[in-house]
């Protein structure tokens, strides 16, 4: 095709399920001047044409520039767009954008999410992988870009099993069955795709719609045979999805404490992770108009369910979104550590309809497939079995925030060779408030103990054992506190070296796959990947407990002590 122009010119592609009319796809942006705006039809297909121009008479940054300089500057500024939207069948419409503001036309809350990564899943060369973008799933949000300019496989992006959601990928492309494949005799052409897709497209009406018709196609074929289909198996779940008022339905049911359709409980929200240990109790704004809710710092969600159960099932979702609840540093919820935050945000929910498991964790529903949560169960169950050989004494609980420092300071830190470092923190420039570990063992092992009560502490568990790894490899002074500490704990003692071994102990109940949440256990595969890049060995414990002061059923018992 050298010197010929190509059949076919690059379009953004979005995706809606059908059943509306074209122009409820569309909404007006502020500024826009339009030149067409009617329906008509390309190749025999209902379309609906948006055309124009959008003009913004000053960019909003102009006026600095202006005072700066002194200098009467024009920067206004105008974009032209087109929107195409083509009913490509009964079940799809499709919509080709051109223009940086066609976008913007039109409804997000309408989109067929991931239509466009769909594609690329089916379509795109696995071994030339150029950029990658994903969020992870835990609470942290983190969002991350890769990128090998001469691409790469998907081995060196570092996805982790469940653990991300990749939102966009771009590399060259197999677009055999569009016309550019055609007028190229099979040359590959780098696609952008995520929930859009920027691809080649035909240029003559029959073409156009035959490209539309046949990557709608592709989307809604089998993944089966791609090595990327697994990036699909965890998908955030949008507001149209179609088991979206069954999910939301389920969730209210389990408000009340009834878990018929599956597991609820407490999830700190990432805002609150830097403050919630401080916290003596919990606050809520008024809720279903039964006032505030009054918390102690060791709350489970029971004392939440409880209030729900007393609001109608229908109002239940909007109750939880509306009230508001904030960790306080006093015991009659008066001195706030942070602010008030949406209860939705508090709540985590797992239910199982058909072969998929959803998720809702900071406010978000997850959809994620059977073969993901096999495969990351597969991993855990290996993992918790590289059981430490310490032995820890019984654990009696009691109420109160202080009962985790109780026992590592008056049970664990009795045994020889055990030292109690909870609750005596470390500063260092990256971490101001660094818990290093809540004991040391006889060898150095750091120990990180958690009476689990609620889906989220065991989070807060990795998060700390993470943090105190890492700033002892990247910052000298959290290792030279380490040895401080120690030696002030028992001056015949000194820590020479990094310690390699973290012991994640549990009281209260054993480690078991099935009792982790399943974003958590995420979690916890990836703080095994920082640990054993950091040359760690991770072991896991069942400390032998009383769950009652009075109760003599101990539970996980070997003569008064666990491995």
């Not at 007006?28 to 008479?57: C, K, N, Q, W, Y």
Request: glycine share 8%.
């Amino acid at each position: 095709m050298t010197g010929t122009a190509l059949p076919t010119g690059p379009a953004a592609l979005y995706r809606f399920p059908a059943g509306l009319p074209l122009t409820d796809y569309l909404k007006l942006a502020d500024g826009a001047e339009v030149e067409f705006d009617d329906a008509m039809e390309i190749a025999g297909a209902p379309a609906h044409v948006l055309a124009g121009v959008r003009i913004v008479d000053e960019a909003k940054w102009a006026r600095h520039p202006r005072r700066v300089t002194g200098l009467d500057l024009a920067l206004s500024a105008m974009t032209p767009f087109t929107v195409v939207l083509v009913e490509i069948d009964p079940n799809w419409v499709i919509a080709a954008c051109w223009g940086a503001s066609a976008r913007h036309l039109l409804d997000d809350v309408l989109l067929d999410e991931g239509f466009g990564l769909r594609f690329g899943i089916r379509r795109l060369d696995p071994v030339k992988l150029r950029t990658l973008n994903s969020n992870s799933l835990d609470t942290s949000s983190r969002s991350k870009q890769t990128s090998f300019p001469q691409g790469h496989s998907l081995s060196g992006f570092g996805l982790e099993p469940a653990g991300e959601i990749v939102t966009r990928l771009a590399g060259p492309a197999n677009l055999e069955g569009l016309t550019y494949h055609a007028a190229t005799d099979g040359r590959a052409w780098q696609i952008k795709c995520g929930n859009s897709l920027h691809i080649q497209v035909g240029r003559s009406p029959e073409e156009f719609i035959a490209d539309l018709r046949a990557i709608s196609g592709i989307v809604d074929s089998s993944d089966e045979n791609s090595p990327l289909r697994f990036l699909n198996e965890v998908r955030p779940v949008s507001s149209n999805h179609p088991l979206k008022a069954e999910l939301d339905a389920r969730f209210a049911v389990a408000l009340s404490g009834d878990e018929r359709f599956g597991s609820i409980g407490i999830c700190w929200p990432a805002a609150v992770h830097g403050v919630v240990e401080e916290a003596d109790s919990f606050i809520s704004t008024s809720i279903g108009g039964l006032g505030p809710l009054l918390l102690n710092a060791d709350f489970g969600v029971e004392e939440i369910t409880a209030r729900f159960a007393h609001i109608t099932e229908g109002a239940r979702l909007a109750e939880l979104e509306a009230a508001r609840f904030v960790p306080c540093e006093d015991n009659q919820g008066q001195e706030e550590l942070c602010r008030p935050i949406s209860m939705f945000k508090w709540i985590a929910f797992e239910t199982t309809i058909g072969d998929k498991t959803f998720c809702l964790q900071q406010g978000r529903w997850y959809e994620l497939s059977k073969d993901s949560i096999d495969r990351v169960n597969e991993q855990l169950a290996e993992l918790i079995a590289n059981k430490s050989s310490l032995l820890f004494p019984v654990w009696e609980r009691q109420k109160g925030k202080d009962d985790e420092h109780r026992y590592c300071e008056d049970e664990l830190a009795a045994q020889p060779g055990f030292l109690c470092l909870d609750q005596d923190f470390a500063k260092t420039a990256m971490h101001p408030k660094l818990e290093l570990a809540d004991g040391i063992g006889p060898d150095d092992e750091l120990i990180h103990i958690k009476w689990p009560s609620r889906a989220a502490e065991l989070g807060h568990l990795f998060n700390q054992a993470q943090a105190s790894a890492w700033s002892q490899r990247l910052e000298p002074e959290a290792l030279q506190q380490l040895r401080e500490k120690v030696r002030a704990l028992d001056n015949t003692r000194t820590v020479t070296d990094r310690p390699r071994t973290v012991v994640l102990a549990l009281g209260g109940r054993p480690w078991e796959v099935e009792k982790i949440f399943p974003l958590t256990r995420v979690s916890l595969l990836r703080l095994n990947q920082d640990l054993t890049y950091l040359g760690i060995k991770l072991e896991f414990a069942d400390i032998p407990s009383v769950t009652k002061p009075k109760n003599t059923t101990v539970t996980n018992p070997s003569n008064g002590q666990a491995a």
